[in-house]
């Protein structure tokens, strides 16, 4: 049987720049994000949440500019504060 794994993490993009984050010890560059550890949460914030681990970002203000499926996923964008 195939398991579904539900994750959440924001791409960041300010001032046409994209924020990304070391992966451990290794020279691997990454969005940040992770399984959806809560599923009381919705993946707003659980995105919020993998932000304020990861990088130490409070991504407080949020406007809903984009929220479509693209390719076989489903993103929207949000705005920091």
Known sequence: MNKIIIASGP?????????LNQ??????????????ENFDDNLIESAKREAREEMGISLS?????????????????????
């Open 23 to 36: 992966h451990g010890d290794t020279e691997f560059w990454k969005f940040c994000g992770g399984r959806v």
């Open 11 to 19: 791409v960041i993009v300010e001032d046409n720049k994209v924020l």
């Open 61 to 81: 203000r949020q406007k809903n500019r984009r929220n479509k499926p693209w390719g076989r996923y489903k993103g929207m964008e949000m705005d920091s504060s």
